[in-house]
């Protein structure tokens, strides 16, 4: 867990805020007028609420930015005695929404922050204004989930190398050590900002990852889809048709690796057939990272006309 008032040398300098909500001490940011609209900013694997910095302040002007560490990452806690699948996730999500009772929410994902994301969305679709998936899955009951989840595994160097260390009972000592191999396993995913790599951006990112205790998060996610323990939260009729009402936006990098935008673009347009698409050529998964000002302006233009 990094420390509360870590600013990464003023790279990260948001105040920080803390809940139990959810039954452990969860970090979140809270920047912008407390009477904007709520942009909530949903981190995946293995990241943290860092990922949105550029993000956050591009909007905090104008919206109260949202962004929440989940359980085993950033600055919130990683209880010892507490699972780590998919369905954790979207509990812990729903407690801190409701406790924070927002509302109006445009609901911003990505990587495993998009099913999490999903999963409070089929909860309470009545609190979604608005979904914007950055290189993050929408899945919402579709058809050919499990078919999509199978062929990107198939093609994607990460997901084959934590379905192979699972298989060889490796998997917890290969992530156990992720505060050492974090720029290798950012590469892997695809970041190609290869300038951005600073002292100060290694140890944000691998901070939080300092001991094997602090990556169960990150080897949960990994676990829960190797071992099939993940559960994907599945909308009732009348969630679907709220949500598939809502405006949204895709903003992908097409040099993403690991969620391949033949694979997961085509769940996004299924959910969202009206919804503009924005390919990014030549920026990876991490697209936040790699084009931080572009994803900004299509974000905020998005958040203007909607």
Same mark, same amino acid.
């Given at each position: 867990?990094?420390?509360?008032?870590?600013?990464?040398?003023?790279?990260?300098?948001?105040?920080?805020?803390?809940?139990?909500?959810?039954?452990?001490?969860?970090?979140?940011?809270? &920047?912008?007028?407390?009477?904007?609209?709520? %942009? #909530?900013?949903?981190? *995946?694997?293995?990241?943290? =609420?860092? $990922?949105?910095? @550029?993000?956050?302040?591009?909007?905090?002007?104008?919206?109260?930015?949202?962004?929440?560490?989940?359980?085993?990452?950033?600055?919130?806690?990683?209880?010892?005695?507490?699972?780590?699948?998919?369905?954790?996730?979207?509990?812990?999500?729903?407690?801190?929404?409701?406790?924070?009772?927002?509302?109006?929410?445009?609901?911003?994902?990505?990587?495993?922050?998009?099913?999490?994301?999903?999963?409070?969305?089929?909860?309470?679709?009545?609190?979604?204004?608005?979904?914007?998936?950055?290189?993050?899955?929408?899945?919402?009951?579709?058809?050919?989930?499990?078919?999509?989840?199978?062929?990107?595994?198939?093609?994607?160097?990460?997901?084959?190398?934590?379905?192979?260390? &699972?298989?060889?009972?490796?998997?917890?000592? %290969? #992530?156990?050590?992720? *505060?050492?191999?974090?720029? =290798?396993? $950012?590469?892997? @995913?695809?970041?190609?900002?290869?300038?951005?790599?600073?002292?100060?951006?290694?140890?944000?990112?691998?901070?939080?990852?300092?001991?094997?205790?602090?990556?169960?998060?990150?080897?949960?996610?990994?676990?829960?889809?190797?071992?099939?323990?993940?559960?994907?939260?599945?909308?009732?009729?009348?969630?679907?048709?709220?949500?598939?009402?809502?405006?949204?936006?895709?903003?992908?990098?097409?040099?993403?690796?690991?969620?391949?935008?033949?694979?997961?673009?085509?769940?996004?347009?299924?959910?969202?057939?009206?919804?503009?698409?924005?390919?990014?050529?030549?920026?990876?998964?991490?697209?936040?990272?790699?084009?931080?000002?572009?994803?900004?302006?299509?974000?905020?233009?998005?958040?203007?006309?909607?």
């Amino acid at each position: 867990m990094v420390g509360p008032d870590e600013t990464f040398n003023g790279t990260f300098a948001y105040a920080p805020h803390f809940t139990d909500a959810a039954g452990l001490r969860m970090h979140y940011v809270d &920047e912008g007028p407390r009477d904007g609209q709520v %942009v #909530l900013c949903l981190h *995946g694997e293995p990241t943290w =609420s860092y $990922l949105f910095r @550029n993000l956050i302040d591009a909007l905090r002007g104008s919206y109260r930015v949202v962004v929440p560490d989940h359980m085993g990452f950033g600055k919130s806690a990683t209880p010892a005695d507490r699972s780590y699948w998919l369905q954790d996730h979207v509990d812990n999500l729903e407690r801190f929404v409701l406790g924070l009772d927002l509302r109006e929410i445009s609901l911003l994902v990505h990587d495993f922050g998009g099913p999490v994301g999903m999963g409070l969305a089929a909860r309470h679709p009545e609190r979604i204004r608005r979904v914007i998936s950055t290189n993050g899955p929408t899945p919402f009951g579709q058809p050919r989930l499990a078919e999509r989840l199978t062929a990107n595994a198939q093609a994607s160097p990460w997901f084959q190398w934590i379905l192979k260390a &699972e298989a060889e009972g490796r998997l917890e000592a %290969v #992530l156990g050590e992720l *505060g050492f191999n974090i720029l =290798s396993t $950012l590469k892997l @995913n695809g970041f190609e900002r290869h300038a951005l790599i600073s002292d100060n951006w290694l140890q944000a990112y691998a901070a939080p990852f300092a001991t094997p205790a602090e990556c169960l998060g990150a080897i949960g996610w990994a676990k829960g889809f190797a071992t099939g323990s993940h559960q994907f939260e599945v909308p009732d009729a009348a969630a679907r048709r709220a949500i598939q009402s809502r405006p949204a936006l895709a903003i992908w990098g097409m040099a993403d690796r690991t969620l391949q935008a033949e694979h997961f673009l085509p769940l996004f347009s299924e959910l969202f057939a009206q919804a503009p698409v924005y390919k990014l050529e030549g920026v990876g998964h991490y697209c936040l990272e790699d084009a931080p000002g572009t994803v900004a302006a299509h974000v905020a233009a998005f958040l203007q006309q909607t």
